[in-house]
């Protein structure tokens, strides 16, 4: 499975996203924002970081970039596509999942490892999971907290679509503790904390994560 | 600009008066610029050299005395690059060099805190990328004034934030670093930012404008009115007692650590393609002190178009462009033939970039504005600064000081006297959790973060393949070095390289900040002399060679000095970082979080000897407001003996966890390893139990040795000359103290958590 993963001016956890597709048996292939080409992989990742600085609202010149007017048909059509944090905040702005992030509750960044629930694994990055499964991830972000109108939240939650909820403190105000949500086809899926810093234990909490990965290059075996 | 002040100017109007002391400038060095050049300087050589000369810039109260490091430096084979290029270049073996270096940012930290502490991790950065190396990590050293004055309430958030929004969004992973709180930094906090960079050997960069008609080329951020007389004004100068910090606002610079990333990015393409002759980054002192420095280092002139800068205001004339510290900038000389590509490389990043110059023969750095000569002076004449022997006379209070024996304090009666103090320890600003700081910091990207705050030493992953990796850990006591400046840095030192020694790691190479108040002060002279010696013979011992640091004078306002601070830069390589030791406790049956399960629970050893040694101990100050007597004596070589036993130990998985004993003593270790490790532990002390709790004794750290490894550990402590005491066993979940006290571990983190958060909301 080659699974792309997309560099934004100002993305930090490319290599890191990468990383993770290679220790879950994957190939990572680099997409560059300025390219209108995908390469033909067969799933995207967007990575965290700060795409132009995040100087205006989060992910919000992002989703302009030219790989994007590739990528929002893709998606629209099945491509399986994960945004972690920065990722997550595009794939809003783009309109491709519901909602928006915004600043965290306490006004700070907030760097933890945290207990997350997986919610939904009917998606094509969570199947390695089961439904109620609990695992420790890393959230580090500043506009993490996840808002959306009541009538959005109450849809996502009856059609099973929040994904992943902050399973101890909500750490950033999160509506529901909403930590990550998919579309209604559950090809894309977004979330603020970071599946790729916990894919072995000696650079990370767990290696909780890599399921996240494991799920869309070994989908057969896990499913 | 009303009329150009040009260099046929300056020859014609010899007796105009010049502002040189609003420049900070004495007469004595005008005078010296004017011999130099054989006329008065124009206005924007006035402005080179007024930056150049500062003591920021110049060194020239310092040199006298930093010539000691490479004056006794220890051979060493590790070294590529050492004192004098932007930093050090240490060679850790499979092809990787690691390049380091801690910098001051305390002036603008105070005046405006958030981009202060910003400017000053983007600042550091730009150093290492310089040296031709990937930025990996950053740490912070960070001391305020009382945690609870109104004061430090307004500089700690806004230095935290700053070093926050600037190093996540950067990219890199804050590792470790201190934080400490004491009366003589109200005032005058310091901020230090360590960067370190990974590189293959033959990656090298060098700072030298090297062959005539090669371009110079500016790349970046444009060039603004912000950072203007940074260096001269604002770092080179005493806070004054009223308020006069207010004035000095525009002084600071503002950071674009977007900007920086792209730059970061764009500048290890242009490595990689081969498209650099030259490079410098832009810090104080900006465009004049990069074009000086690099023609001075390389065949030695340079021709400067100054209206071909890329400016953001376009009222600069020429001695704001030549003093703007606008950050996220940096200068590369570059063949003439590969312009075009270097260009399309900029291109690709969004970063802007300008031919302003070229490289000459003729010795001279010439620099025009629309045709008409500016600036033409030898630029060695401002690279090297003037050299000042300054009067140092030990202070008369120093006796006194040393006299005051804490031997005299009242101790603890019983065991629930020593209970509450160990407590009392706990929650105090400057031991308590730093979660409230460290949880704005990323410590995961790049996915190569072994161990991070609160571990003793940061640990980096380099080689994914064979483990290889680096640690690193700072250290300074600003007690310690009031109560003796020689004896205190030796500890800070010592402290660093234990540090480094417990995550298993091997300590290679030292970089210092040296925060002191005035050099025009004879008894802050002396401090800083009895620092400086400390430091090269302590490194002479340890056989760890100084690669490269930085002076922050006048941390002082009026005539209030702060408490001699020098922060030292440890650095060490890993040989495997699967094999790393971390300061907590493991679970009960021995095994350390993720590893693999042992049988039994490990004992614990306390390596080292304790000598009843509280002179400017945490216990000594803050339960009695005491500072006196003299700090506790290192014993380098005991050092030394420790560190290669503790590295030999990790390489053979003997040890579950191992802490270094500082401030606080071994109550404050076995607390934070109990509270790292969510592991109580029980331990019966040998004899007085008061000096074996908080004594701060040197060369010593609490180690965790695996079940069934005792004896072979007991043969390896004998065999590297270590002394030790088997002291007890980890389980349970209290820290008990066998005939003295039990604290139940949430009892220690109901004292060790709230403090901060309390302060700081």
């Given at each position: 499975m080659r699974i792309g993963v997309i560099t934004f001016p100002?993305?930090?956890?490319d290599r890191d996203a990468a990383r993770a597709v290679r220790l879950a048996g994957g190939e990572p292939v680099a997409l560059w924002h300025g390219d209108r080409d995908l390469r033909g992989v067969d799933a995207v990742i967007l990575p965290g970081g700060f795409s132009y600085g995040d100087y205006l609202r989060c992910g919000a010149i992002a989703r302009f970039a030219p790989v994007m007017s590739e990528l929002v048909p893709a998606a629209r059509a099945g491509l399986p596509v994960l945004g972690i944090c920065n990722g997550f905040q595009i794939l809003c702005e783009a309109h491709l999942l519901p909602g928006a992030l915004t600043r965290n509750a306490g006004l700070r960044f907030v760097t933890r490892d945290l207990p997350l629930r997986v919610e939904n694994t009917q998606t094509a990055w969570t199947r390695a999971y089961t439904a109620g499964e609990q695992i420790v991830v890393p959230l580090k972000s500043g506009e993490g907290a996840y808002a959306a109108d009541p009538g959005t939240l109450a849809g996502l939650e009856a059609s099973g679509q929040v994904v992943i909820r902050y399973a101890g403190d909500n750490p950033n105000g999160s509506a529901a503790a909403i930590a990550g949500v998919r579309n209604a086809a559950g090809n894309v899926v977004g979330l603020m904390p970071h599946p790729e810093h916990a894919v072995e234990p000696l650079t990370g909490p767990?290696?909780?994560?890599?399921g996240f990965f494991t799920s869309v290059v070994s989908p057969g075996v896990l499913a | 600009m009303t009329s150009l002040d040009t260099v046929a100017r300056a020859e014609s109007s010899a007796d105009l008066p010049q502002p040189y002391a609003e420049l900070g400038l004495t007469r004595d060095e005008y005078e010296k610029i004017v011999t130099t050049l054989g006329r008065r300087p124009t206005g924007a050589e006035l402005a080179l050299y007024s930056v150049m000369w500062s003591e920021h810039c110049s060194y020239k109260s310092s040199k006298v005395h930093l010539k000691q490091f490479a004056a006794k430096a220890p051979p060493s084979g590790a070294l590529l690059a050492g004192i004098g290029h932007n930093a050090g270049v240490v060679d850790i073996g499979q092809g990787y060099a690691v390049t380091f270096k801690i910098e001051s940012h305390n002036h603008p930290s105070y005046v405006e805190p958030h981009q202060g502490a910003a400017t000053g991790v983007g600042g550091i950065v730009r150093d290492i990328l310089a040296m031709g190396a990937r930025p990996a990590a950053v740490m912070d050293a960070l001391r305020f004034g009382p945690a609870a004055a109104p004061d430090t309430a307004r500089v700690l958030p806004g230095v935290v934030s700053g070093i926050s929004f600037y190093g996540n969004c950067l990219g890199l992973p804050n590792i470790g670093g201190e934080l400490d709180f004491d009366p003589s930094y109200a005032g005058n906090p310091l901020v230090n930012a360590l960067c370190v960079g990974v590189m293959r050997h033959g990656d090298l960069q060098v700072a030298a404008a090297s062959g005539p008609g090669n371009k110079v080329i500016l790349f970046g951020s444009t060039t603004g009115?912000?950072?203007?007389?940074?260096?001269?004004?604002?770092?080179s100068a005493a806070f004054g007692a009223g308020t006069g910090d207010a004035a000095k606002r525009p002084s600071v610079q503002v950071g674009d650590p977007f900007t920086e990333k792209l730059l970061v990015e764009c500048c290890l393409e242009l490595f990689a393609a081969g498209l650099v002759v030259g490079i410098q980054d832009l810090g104080a002192a900006g465009v004049a002190c990069a074009t000086t420095e690099l023609a001075a280092a390389g065949t030695g002139g340079m021709l400067v178009r100054l209206e071909e800068v890329p400016l953001r205001d376009a009222t600069l004339g020429p001695p704001e462009i030549l003093m703007s510290e606008s950050q996220e900038r940096m200068m590369a000389v570059v063949e003439p033939a590969r312009v075009g590509e270097f260009l399309a490389v900029c291109a690709k990043w969004e970063v802007r970039a300008a031919v302003i110059g070229e490289v000459t023969d003729t010795g001279r750095l010439v620099m025009t504005w629309h045709g008409e000569p500016v600036v033409d002076i030898p630029p060695a004449s401002a690279a090297d600064g003037p050299v000042y022997h300054r009067p140092l006379a030990r202070p008369a209070a120093q006796d006194a000081l040393a006299a005051a024996?804490?031997?005299a304090l009242p101790r603890p009666a019983d065991g629930a006297g020593l209970r509450a103090d160990l407590l009392a320890l706990l929650a105090s600003p400057g031991l308590a959790d730093k979660s409230w700081v460290t949880?704005?910091?990323?410590?995961?990207?790049?996915?190569?973060?072994?161990l991070a705050m609160p571990e003793d030493g940061g640990l980096l992953r380099v080689d994914e393949a064979t483990g290889l990796g680096i640690a690193l850990a700072t250290d300074g006591n600003g007690r310690y070095c009031r109560l003796d400046p020689y004896r205190g840095t030796q500890l800070a030192l010592a402290e660093a390289y234990r540090n480094v020694a417990a995550t298993g790691a091997r300590p290679l190479a030292v970089t210092n900040c040296l925060n002191f108040g005035s050099p025009e002060d004879p008894a802050v002279m002396w401090q800083f002399a009895e620092a400086v010696r400390g430091l090269a013979d302590g490194c002479a011992a340890l056989g760890v060679p100084v690669t490269g640091g930085n002076v922050s004078f006048y941390n002082q306002t009026g005539t209030t000095a702060i408490h001699p601070t020098p922060v030292i830069g440890v650095l060490g390589v890993h040989d495997d970082v699967r094999r790393r030791v971390g300061m907590g406790f493991p679970a009960a049956d021995g095994s350390p979080a993720g590893g693999p399960a042992a049988e039994g629970p490990a004992c614990i050893v306390l390596l080292g000897r304790t000598e009843p040694e509280f002179g400017g101990s945490s216990w000594a100050y803050l339960r009695h407001g005491h500072l006196g007597g003299r700090p506790p004596a290192p014993d380098l070589d005991a050092e030394r003996r420790l560190a290669a036993l503790l590295a030999a130990a990790a390489a053979a998985g003997l040890l579950a966890a191992a802490h270094d004993l500082s401030d606080g003593g071994l109550a404050v270790a076995l607390a934070e390893s109990c509270l790292r490790g969510r592991t109580g532990c029980t331990v019966r002390l040998p004899s007085d139990p008061f000096t074996w709790l908080f004594s701060e004794s040197a060369g010593r750290c609490a180690v965790a040795v695996r079940a069934g490894a005792e004896a072979v550990f007991g043969r390896l402590r004998e065999a590297h000359g270590v002394p030790g005491e088997t002291i007890g066993a980890v389980g349970g979940d209290s820290l008990v103290v066998d005939g003295c006290f039990a604290i139940p571990l949430a009892e220690l983190a109901a004292a060790h958590a709230p403090t901060l958060p309390a302060l700081f909301g």
């Open positions: 100002g993305s930090l956890d767990s290696a909780d994560g890599l | 009115p912000d950072g203007v007389g940074g260096a001269s004004v604002l770092a024996d804490p031997a949880d704005q910091y990323d410590r995961y990207v790049r996915g190569n973060t072994v």
